[in-house]
């Protein structure tokens, strides 16, 4: 006797079967079913705030930061800037006594 070979229908419904069994298998095992779903969400949901609050407290130092700096480096700029001026200053003054002695040293000779 020859054994049985299942038509193309008895596949197709087989198969069909073995379908529907895998997708009322993986509904049963939505994570809505499980009792502890909502306290892992919970957790998972504090875990993130926290995560925000400390990249917004590292964002807000370092934005001090850079704002201490820029403050740091236009004083510096500024300090410069009235070394420069102090120097000019000091220059001009130097130029005017040499000036004036070159004229007190002219007139001097004048007189004699």
Do not use: C
Request: net charge positive; aromatic share 2%; glycine share 2%.
């Amino acid at each position: 006797m020859k054994k049985h070979e299942p038509s193309l229908a008895d596949r197709l419904g087989g198969a069909a079967q073995a379908k529907r069994a895998q997708i009322e298998k993986a509904r049963a095992k939505t994570p809505e079913n499980d009792p502890k779903y909502a306290e892992k969400q919970a957790a998972r949901r504090a875990i993130a705030v926290a995560r925000e609050a400390r990249k917004a407290e590292v964002q807000a130092a370092e934005e001090a930061v850079r704002a201490l700096a820029l403050i740091a480096e236009q004083e510096a700029r500024e300090a410069a800037a009235i070394e420069e001026a102090d120097r000019e200053v000091a220059l001009a003054a130097e130029a005017k006594a040499a000036r004036d002695a070159r004229y007190a040293a002219r007139r001097a000779r004048k007189k004699r």
